[in-house]
């Protein structure tokens, strides 16, 4: 008999709606029986973040996955990017996150992996998730699953350090962290144990789902006022910012600027290339150019890939690349099956960072040389003709489509591309001075609002 539920909650990547009327515990029932039926799964473990909706929707997504012959084992309150670790290093052949990473309090979702935290999309089994939880059409198993738990954090924690390459040369550090009343307040002690001379002055890491302090995105510098305000207060050698699901991860420097994943996309990529000479290094077309430079600079090959890690993780594991990065926080890492992790690239800055004599704004002084606009978001009723009208405005430029529209210049460039699931469309400019970043964003933005 086929179920009726609001199947606009099914994105591009994960599952998200709002609790109690898109996202129910009856909606997650059937989500669950459908995701062990749908993909062949037989031995899955989930986790799930702070907010307070999280218990309801563990308890019917594990009746679903039991239901339809899969063991579950809980792994409790968690980070994404531990529920990544913990599908790869346990071997589980599934795994599920309960979080709406960086959405508001009334927001909760699912994040899908199978077998080597490989992500889980629309393309790639979503659909038949979605598919089959709407037609009800589930076969009964020879037998029900069972119910096991298991705690990770330790581990978790020992595992992210294994990417410093010596933890005893990491500097006596003292760094305000960001939890943002999100998932990283738990990990964050779970790793920085393992470096005792680093010290860790900590913001919101009560774990709350309301958000009492502010929004756990990151990405938006009014979310790092308080981290800002903390780093100079307390004289701290830089500060970092997570999301609400903590897979995300942020820098403020020791005079309260604001790096962007750019930057830490090249830091980390010259960390990486230390430990693996002229190994591929991805970014994503919206990194700064200094990103390309920087991997060249260190004897790596830069590889340019689209946004979005479920085009990411494949590529790097196709081309066996050891990290990428984007510029919304998210880095991927080989040793970590290919997966994303804030707290693995905060490590690895201050791995590169320790070698420096001086402090965080002379370590990434040689990647931060461009003026970048940030991501700037319009509604428009129709992407698809504004994309052509930058077209037509720019045509004097390099044009590519690798993902929507670059335009490039020798001194500045433009991308405006499509949001995968609002109607957004997205721009972002880079210049090689402050005024030509400027004229070029303020000459988009009037092609868009036209």
Not at 109 to 114: H, V
Request: charged share 20%; net charge negative; with cysteine.
């Amino acid at each position: 008999m086929p179920n009726a539920f609001d199947t606009s909650i099914f994105k591009s990547y994960d599952v998200r709606g709002i609790v109690g009327t898109q996202l129910t515990p009856d909606v997650a029932y059937l989500i669950g029986r459908a995701f062990v039926q749908a993909l062949g799964r037989t031995n899955i473990c989930i986790g799930r973040d702070m907010r307070p909706s999280g218990e309801a929707l563990l308890d019917a997504l594990t009746r679903g996955a039991v239901d339809g012959g899969a063991n579950v084992t809980h792994i409790g309150l968690i980070s994404t990017d531990a529920l990544y670790f913990a599908v790869g290093h346990y071997g589980f052949d599934g795994g599920v996150m309960i979080t709406a990473s960086h959405n508001p309090a009334q927001y909760n979702g699912l994040k899908f992996c199978r077998e080597q935290a490989q992500a889980i999309s629309l393309d790639t089994g979503l659909a038949d998730v979605r598919d089959l939880a709407v037609s009800g059409a589930f076969s009964e198993p020879s037998r029900k699953g069972e119910v096991a738990s298991r705690e990770i954090l330790d581990d978790f924690g020992k595992h992210c350090v294994s990417f410093v390459r010596d933890p005893a040369k990491i500097k006596p550090y003292t760094i305000a962290i960001d939890a943002g009343n999100g998932m990283a307040g738990l990990t964050v002690p779970y790793v920085f144990k393992y470096l005792p001379q680093v010290k860790v002055i900590p913001l919101f890491f009560e774990l709350d789902g309301t958000f009492p302090n502010h929004p756990a995105s990151p990405i938006e510098d009014e979310n790092k006022l308080a981290l800002r305000k903390a780093v100079l207060d307390h004289t701290c050698d830089l500060g970092a910012a997570f999301d609400g699901d903590a897979d995300r991860m942020f820098i403020v420097d020791e005079q309260g600027g604001f790096p962007d994943g750019s930057i830490v996309t090249a830091a980390v990529g010259v960390a990486t290339l230390k430990k693996y000479p002229g190994s591929k290094i991805l970014y994503n077309l919206i990194c700064s150019r200094s990103v390309p430079e920087a991997i060249v600079q260190h004897g790596g090959t830069p590889v340019r890939s689209q946004v979005g890690h479920s085009l990411i993780k494949p590529q790097m594991r196709e081309e066996n690349i050891p990290f990428g990065g984007e510029h919304s926080g998210h880095f991927y890492f080989r040793e970590n099956w290919f997966a994303d992790s804030g707290m693995i690239a905060l490590l690895q800055c201050l791995d590169l960072f320790s070698e420096i004599d001086g402090p965080v704004t002379q370590a990434i002084a040689p990647y931060n040389t461009r003026f970048r606009s940030g991501e700037i978001n319009t509604t428009v009723a129709d992407a698809d003709q504004k994309m052509h009208h930058i077209e037509e405005r720019f045509k004097d430029g390099k044009i590519d489509h690798l993902d929507g529209v670059t335009v490039e210049y020798p001194d500045w460039w433009l991308n405006v591309r499509k949001s995968n699931t609002e109607p957004l469309l997205r721009l972002n400019v880079e210049g090689d001075t402050r005024a030509l970043m400027e004229k070029g964003r303020d000459e988009a933005l009037a092609v868009i609002s036209a």
